[in-house]
C-alpha cells in the first residue's frame, strides 16, 4: 500500500506561482499511477493531472484548464510527484490532493473514482 502526504499549498496572489509536492511511501512508483486532484467549497473533486510509470510506459495528462500553466513530474529520488502550478487563478482554489493506483495502462486517468490511495489534501487559496 502506497502512502500519500502533500505539501507545499498556502496563499498566492492571482498571477502567482506554487509547487505542490507529493511524498510517497510504502513503495517505489515504477509501477503506479500519481494523480493530482482538488476540491473547491461546494463543488465535486475533478482532475488536475496525472503521471503514469512502469517499465516501457511514460504518459502525462492535464485537465484542460490548467494545460499550459500546471506541470507535473517526478523527482529525482523517484518517490516524490511534484505540481508545478504558474499563472495561478482565483478559479483555481481548493483543496489538492494526491492519489495513486497501480498501473494498469499506458494511459493516466483523470477519473478520482479509480484511485484508491489518497492523501490528506493541502490548501491552495489565490487572491484576486
Known amino acids: 500500500q502506497l502512502q500519500l502526504v502533500e505539501s507545499g499549498g498556502g496563499l498566492v496572489q492571482s498571477g502567482g506561482s506554487l509547487t505542490l509536492s507529493c511524498a510517497t511511501s510504502?513503495?517505489?512508483?515504477?509501477?503506479?499511477?500519481i494523480g493530482w486532484f482538488r476540491q473547491a467549497p461546494g463543488k465535486e473533486r475533478e482532475g488536475v493531472s496525472c503521471?503514469?510509470?512502469?517499465?516501457?510506459?511514460?504518459?502525462?495528462d492535464y485537465e484542460a484548464s490548467v494545460k499550459g500553466r500546471f506541470t507535473i513530474s517526478k523527482g529525482s529520488a523517484k518517490n516524490t510527484v511534484y505540481l508545478q502550478m504558474n499563472s495561478l487563478k482565483p478559479e483555481d482554489t481548493a483543496v489538492y490532493y494526491c492519489a495513486a493506483r497501480p498501473t494498469v495502462a499506458a494511459l493516466c486517468t483523470l477519473r478520482a473514482e479509480l484511485y484508491f490511495s489518497w492523501g490528506r489534501g493541502t490548501q491552495v487559496t489565490v487572491s484576486s
Open positions: 503521471i503514469s510509470s512502469s517499465p516501457g510506459i511514460s504518459h502525462i
Open positions: 510504502g513503495s517505489t512508483l515504477d509501477y503506479w499511477t
